[in-house]
């Protein structure tokens, strides 16, 4: 008796962690509308997202902290996605360094697909404000501090409705994020 008690214990307890890992994929609120330049130095804007599914990440080019890892959860993320539906979209905070030569050649470094992996700057208040809108944290360097940012990666569908919030350091997290990005493109 004892013994069953323990193990229907155990049960709902394994079954409400799985719980807590999926999310509803309700809107959570709209993306901000914006306009940058890519790697290409062409200009990108969120219009070209519509219809699509889009990952959205804050990073710079010289970040030898969580930008690296962040870089690998992206690849495998495109890898495990191949599907034209589903965007990266890697938002500078660093514009001053990371110009359209500096994003083209880190994204060459990432084997990102250019159709489905873009890399934008723009003006640091214009980077500004997509994070501010995307509600991501950011904080540009000054004489005292190091740049600043979320490392959080948004999942955002095809009318600019962001739909989850996910970590790049959880297995877990990334593996819902997969599972849910194609969900809302609807593979």
């Known amino acids: 008796m004892q013994k069953s008690l323990i193990i229907l214990l155990l049960s709902l307890v394994l079954t409400s962690c799985d719980k807590d890992q999926t999310q509803s994929l309700d809107p959570l609120w709209s993306s ?21 599914t889009w990952i959205a ?8 902290g969580p930008c690296p890892m962040m870089a690998i959860r992206l690849r495998e993320i495109q890898q495990a996605l191949n599907d034209p539906r589903v965007m990266l979209v890697s938002i500078s905070c660093d514009p001053e360094r990371d110009t359209p030569e500096q ?7 990432q ?8 890399f934008l700057t723009g003006k ?3 980077v500004q404000n997509l994070a501010t809108g995307l509600k991501l944290g950011f904080e540009p360097k000054t004489a005292g501090a190091p740049i600043d940012h979320s ?9 600019g409705q962001v739909r989850g919030i996910y970590t790049h350091d959880e297995e877990g997290s990334i593996t819902q994020l997969k599972a849910d990005a194609a969900k ?3 593979t």
């Open 124 to 126: 640091l208040s214009e």
């Open 151 to 159: 490392t959080k990666f948004l999942l955002i569908d095809g009318s």
């Open 184 to 186: 809302l493109a609807g």
């Open 57 to 64: 990440t804050l990073f710079f080019t010289t970040c030898d």
């Open 32 to 52: 901000p509308r914006f306009n940058l330049t890519d790697q290409d130095g062409r200009s990108f804007s969120s219009e070209q997202l519509k219809g699509k």
């Open 103 to 109: 994003l083209k050649k880190y994204a060459v470094a």
């Open 111 to 118: 084997n990102a697909d250019p159709a489905r992996w873009v």
